[in-house]
C-alpha cells in the first residue's frame, strides 16, 4: 500500500478563532495586530474580507485602515487563546493517527497510511476531519491528501476555505506544474528572484530544469527543490510518542523606543540572552554557534553569527559573543527598531573539555544563572533586573518571558 498524507491547515486562524469568540464582528474585515502602544502595531493575521482591501500581513495598522474603505475591526492579538484552540484541533488529528506533525500553531500533517487504501479512503477520513472541527471547534480548514507532505501542504492551499484537495501520483502535474514556483514549500523571496532570473516561473518549469544548473545556483537545496517539484519527497511525518528535536534557541523583539547607541542595544542583547539561556537549561542543549538579527528604523534586517570555541548555556557567553557581532557589523547610519539573538549547533549537557579548560568558570557561572532564574520563577520576572537595562524608563519594561516563541519543525530546511 502507499502513503496517505493530510496537510490540515485552519483558514484564517487567528482572526476567525476571534470572530469566534465575538460573532458580531464575522462579517467585517478582521485584523489580529500587536501592541501598538509597544510598537508591535502591525497585521498578524486578517480574514477574507479583509485580504479583499489587499491588507498584508506586516502591514502596519495604520497602513492598513488606509486600505480599508469600510469598517476595519482591530483586534489586539491573545496568543496564549489560539493555543489553547490549536491544542484542541489537534487532539482531534490525533484520534486517527500518532504520527501527527505540527508546523506551527494552525497546521499540521497527519499520516493516516494505517486507515486508508484508497485515495478515496483518504478523502473520506479527510471530510470527516473537517466536519468534526466545524462541529466540535467552530472553526473551517483546508486539507491536502497526497503522498507526500510537500504535495499534501500544497494541496491545503490550492482550495480555501473548507475543502479538500487530493494530489496524485497521477493528477500532480496538471494540478501543481502550472502553478508559481513560490507556492512550493520553502521557495522564499531570494530564492524566487533567482529563479526568475533563470525563466523558472512555474513548479513545472522547476521540475523541466536541468539539476546540475540548479546546484550550481542554489546547492544542496536546488536539488532538494528540484525534488519537491517532481513529488519526491518520502521525509516522514513525526510520531507524538517522539521527542521533537530543537534545533536552536531564539528571542527577539521590537523595542518600545528606538535605539541609538551602542550602550541601549547592549541591554537589550544581555536582556534577550538571558531568556534564550534559561530555555536552553530547561532542556539540558549547549549551543555552539551564536546568531545576531538587527532590524533598522526603515525596516531593513541582516543576521550574522560567529562559532564558538566551545559548547556554553551561559547568558553571559552568548550576550558577549552577540554584541560583538553588532559592533563589527552595523554602522549607525540608521537607529536600531528590532533586536533578535539566536543559538544554534546544538549538543546535550555531555562536553568534552580540552586540557586547558577545566569548566570550573562555565559551572559558577550556571549556578549563578540558575540562582536568579529560581528567584524570578518563584517572585516574578522583575525581581531583579540588569542595572543597564533599568537606565531607561522604556527598555525597563521589556520582558522576554511574554514573548510567543515559536518551535520550527524539523525534516525541511529553513526558506532561502
Not at 486508508?116 to 472541527?133: G, L, P, T, V
Not at 513545472?204 to 532538494?224: E, I, Q, R, S, W
Not at 540558575?370 to 522583575?382: A, D, K, M, V
Request: glycine share 6%.
Amino acid at each position: 500500500m502507499g502513503r496517505f498524507i493530510l496537510h490540515s491547515d485552519l483558514n484564517n486562524f487567528y482572526a476567525s478563532v476571534e470572530s469566534l469568540y465575538n460573532p458580531s464582528i464575522r462579517n467585517k474585515a478582521i485584523v489580529v495586530v500587536g501592541d501598538e502602544e509597544k510598537r508591535h502595531g502591525i497585521v498578524l493575521a486578517k480574514n477574507y474580507i479583509a485580504k479583499g482591501y489587499n491588507i498584508k500581513t506586516g502591514d502596519t495598522v495604520w497602513e492598513a485602515r488606509q486600505k480599508c474603505c469600510g469598517e476595519l475591526v482591530c483586534v489586539p492579538a491573545r496568543f496564549e487563546l489560539y493555543l489553547y484552540i490549536s491544542r484542541l484541533v489537534k487532539d482531534i488529528y490525533r484520534e486517527y493517527s500518532d504520527r501527527v506533525e505540527s508546523f506551527g500553531i494552525d497546521e499540521a500533517w497527519i499520516d493516516i497510511s494505517h486507515l486508508a487504501q484508497s485515495y478515496a479512503d483518504a478523502e473520506k477520513i479527510a471530510n470527516n476531519i473537517r466536519s468534526r472541527i466545524i462541529a466540535e471547534i467552530g472553526l473551517t480548514v483546508s486539507i491536502g491528501v497526497s503522498y507526500n507532505k510537500v504535495f499534501a501542504k500544497l494541496g491545503s492551499d490550492i482550495k480555501k476555505p473548507n475543502a479538500v484537495t487530493t494530489i496524485t501520483q497521477d493528477n500532480y502535474k496538471t494540478l501543481v506544474w502550472g502553478l508559481p514556483c513560490e507556492d512550493l514549500l520553502y521557495v522564499g523571496r531570494a530564492t524566487k528572484k533567482k529563479f526568475e532570473k533563470a525563466g523558472i516561473k512555474t513548479i513545472g518549469d522547476l521540475a523541466n530544469t536541468n539539476v546540475k544548473y540548479l546546484k550550481l545556483t542554489l546547492g544542496k537545496m536546488g536539488l532538494v527543490l528540484h525534488d519537491f517539484a517532481c513529488g519526491l519527497d518520502s521525509s516522514e511525518v513525526t510520531s507524538i510518542h517522539q521527542s521533537e528535536k530543537i534545533k536552536s534557541f531564539g528571542n527577539s523583539t521590537t523595542c518600545p523606543i528606538d535605539l541609538s547607541c551602542n550602550e541601549q542595544v547592549k541591554s537589550v542583547i544581555y536582556l534577550l540572552a538571558e531568556s534564550v539561556a534559561e530555555r536552553m537549561k530547561k532542556k539540558d542543549a549547549y549551543a555552539s554557534c551564536v546568531a545576531l538579527w538587527v532590524k533598522d528604523t526603515n525596516l531593513k534586517s541582516f543576521e550574522r553569527q560567529i562559532s564558538l570555541a566551545s559548547p556554553t548555556n551561559v547568558s553571559e557567553d552568548i550576550a558577549k559573543n552577540a554584541y560583538k557581532l553588532f559592533v563589527e557589523n552595523y554602522d549607525w547610519n540608521l537607529d536600531v527598531r528590532a533586536l533578535g539573538v539566536r543559538v544554534t549547533n546544538l549538543c546535550d549537557g555531555k562536553i568534552q573539555y580540552d586540557i586547558f579548560s577545566t569548566g570550573e568558570n562555565l559551572e559558577k557561572m550556571q549556578k549563578l544563572e540558575c540562582t536568579i532564574e529560581s528567584l524570578r520563577s518563584r517572585f516574578g520576572y522583575n525581581i531583579i533586573r540588569r542595572a543597564n537595562i533599568m537606565e531607561n524608563e522604556k527598555l525597563a519594561t521589556l520582558n522576554p518571558t511574554t514573548e510567543t516563541h515559536i518551535i520550527h519543525p524539523v525534516g525541511f530546511f529553513r526558506p532561502v
